[in-house]
């Protein structure tokens, strides 16, 4: 197992690559339900509510897979510390 220092460098890596496979999951979600591509913020012709919704439900997921993330390096890193220790 890695060194403590060296899963506190890594997560915060391991937490976007899960932030950006879960942007990736809610945007096919997303052109699977409703047929066409997940709005943009700057686009006009989309109803606010739509781009509205869509960003909130996206950003929710990834602070949820942030956390969880995080969570688990932490867990990793104080069940090492506490092997070391013994």
């Known amino acids: 197992m890695a060194n ?4 506190k460098m890594v997560a915060p890596a391991a937490s ?13 979600g997303y052109q699977k339900v409703t047929g066409s591509e997940p ?3 700057d686009a006009a012709d989309v ?9 909130m439900i996206a ?4 602070a949820v897979v942030n956390v969880i993330v995080l969570r688990v390096v932490a867990n990793l890193v104080d069940d090492h510390t506490d092997e070391a220790s013994e």
């Open 4 to 7: 403590p220092q060296m899963m």
């Open 16 to 28: 976007m690559g899960a932030a950006w496979a879960t942007r990736r999951a809610i945007s096919s």
């Open 39 to 41: 709005p943009r913020h």
């Open 47 to 55: 109803p606010l509510r739509r781009v509205l919704t869509y960003t």
């Open 59 to 62: 950003a929710i997921a990834a």
